[in-house]
């Protein structure tokens, strides 16, 4: 990676500012073993500059956001798998963090929790169970015809931690499953083949099940375009990961056309999602409101502590973020 983007300098953190709903929980964890650190928190809509100024360390997945500036912050080390709101590239953030500013992500495996996400919202699909629902709630004895999920085709768009965590769980109940990578190759053994994100538009057509699981960046923005859908064959869209890879605008033409067949959103362009969106009142979409991985105040403190041992020993963290690629 290039130098000329990473912090080169390490320091030792003393005041750590925790800036999360768990907060508290995630600053006892700290304080419990390390307990030479002054933690302190708050819900990172509340925190100030006065905060900030204090702080040489903070710890969470948003910048504050009554503070224009990090203060004498050196380290941000964020508990979410994506940093697009500390690099600019979403609007949970304002403006790209200072690169002087060392940036740090969790360690935290966000993939089992997702890939249930996923199955669920599979299982939603491929069983009809809003019809079986609707049909119980008018008191109808209506019997609904659905194929079995074995047998049926995905394709994971990403082929990191979260990717190979869903196509595990689809291979596991006999779903072929194709992965897409920047490489065209992963270690995966339940990928059943993997190919360059640049042909990702030849092989929308032949998955029943397209997941996004890739991060929010320059290159990845609207990758699954008003292009790519209208390549697709009736597929259900599946996205847990940011929700800037989807151009989302073109969702109902896509829904409409038969392009897709359905939806499962947890993320979108802007979040919340506005009352407005037609999304809200279809019923080939299913929407979460970002919910599919969520941060545990253990993952929060195990991934910080374990960048700051790496501080405490002279070293740049394994888990430093490549702001040239954005994770």
Known sequence: MPTTHRSEVPFTPRHILVGAGDHAEIAARIAAVRPDLQVRGGMHTALTSDDLAWADTY??????????AMGNVRWVHCTGAGVDAWLGTSQLGRATLDPSILLTRTNESFGPAIAEWALARVFAFQQRLRALDAAQRATTWAPLEYARLAGTRALVVGTGDIGRAVARAFAALGVV???????????????????????????????????????????????????????????????????????????????????????????????????????????????????????????????FLDCLAALDRGEIPKWQVDRLVGY
Do not use: Y
Request: hydrophobic share 45%.
């Open 177 to 303: 499953v194709t992965g897409v990578s920047l490489r065209g190759a992963s270690d995966e053994p339940a990928f059943t083949r993997v190919f360059p994100v640049d042909r990702l538009a030849e092989f929308v057509g032949d998955a029943e099940w397209i997941m996004l699981a890739v991060p929010n960046t320059q290159a990845s923005r609207h990758l699954f375009s008003r292009a790519v859908m209208a390549k697709c064959r009736g597929a259900v869209l599946l996205n847990a990961g940011r929700g800037a890879v989807v151009e989302e605008s073109a969702l109902p033409e896509a829904l409409d056309n038969g392009w897709l067949s359905g939806a499962a959103l947890d993320v979108f362009e802007s979040e919340p999602l506005s009352a407005d969106s037609p999304l809200w009142h279809d019923g080939r979409v299913m929407i979460s409101p970002h919910i599919s991985g969520p941060t545990t105040a253990q993952g929060a403190a195990s991934g």
């Open 59 to 68: 710890v969470g997945f948003k910048p504050p956001r009554s503070a224009d």
